[in-house]
């Protein structure tokens, strides 16, 4: 069974630019949730879709977006680019939202000049 | 406010050894847990969980012991392992959602284990 796959791995950006990152879930999974690494700072949480809604969202600028397609794979948009959203945006996909363990994707890792 | 912490921000064992890794949470309505473990340039990767009908949960040579009154859990690796080098996320399942989702993360522990 396939992981969870996260595409690009690495990205650059300029600031002022827009970024979309990708993940496909595991297959059969139908929550995705997108977490901020930074250093220091943990796992913070972005937003969680579930069967194409979002269902949760976390304290982030409206910059922050995402959306979920019927196949259940997800997109995060980052518009106005800012120095500070340097990170590891990391996806996770679990078989019924909220319930038992999420697995994660290996992550884009985003650097922002 | 941090309602997972982790308040060690690394951790240095010498091979063989135990690694004691300690997590706090702040509410008394969580009631499932989970350790991550997470190398560089990775994605975190599941490593054991705990009800909170349980005290304890054993896998291999990991085990994670919950004490509900102190609303406290922690993590032993016996023998500590060179491979068990890694930062260890705790993670509360949050039953509310809303703007701290699903699973409520500390902040990590970095392990180094020395050979």
């Known amino acids: 069974k396939a992981g969870v796959t996260q595409t690009p791995r690495y990205l650059i950006k300029t600031r002022g630019q827009q970024v979309t990152l990708s993940c496909s879930p595991i297959s059969g999974h139908r929550s995705v ?30 910059r922050f977006s995402g959306r979920q397609f019927s196949n259940s794979r997800s997109e995060m948009n980052v518009s106005t680019l800012e120095l500070g959203d340097s990170a590891l ?15 994660f994707g290996q992550g884009t890792r985003l650097t922002v000049v | 406010d941090q309602q997972v912490k982790q308040n060690s921000p690394s951790l240095s064992v010498q091979e063989g050894r135990i690694s004691i890794l300690n997590c706090d949470y702040t509410n008394s309505m969580f009631d ?9 340039a990775e994605g975190p990767t599941f490593l054991i969980s705990i009800s909170s009908i349980k005290d304890k949960n054993e896998d291999g040579r990991f085990t994670v012991f919950l004490n509900k009154s102190a609303k406290h859990l922690s993590l032993h690796i016996v023998p500590s392992q060179p491979g068990d080098s890694a930062v ?5 399942k949050n039953p509310y959602g809303g703007s701290q989702g699903n699973l409520i993360f500390g902040k990590g522990t970095k392990l180094s284990v020395k050979p």
Request: hydrophobic letters at 30%.
């Open chain 2, 88 to 92: 260890y996320f705790c993670a509360a």
């Open chain 2, 32 to 40: 499932y847990f989970l350790w991550y473990k997470k190398y560089p």
């Open chain 1, 33 to 62: 949730s997108w977490y901020q690494q930074t250093p220091g700072q943990g796992l913070q949480f972005l937003f969680e879709y579930f069967s194409e809604t979002q269902r949760n969202k976390g304290n982030f600028p409206g």
């Open chain 1, 89 to 103: 945006y990391l996806c996770a996909s679990s078989s019924v939202g909220g319930v038992t363990e999420a697995f």
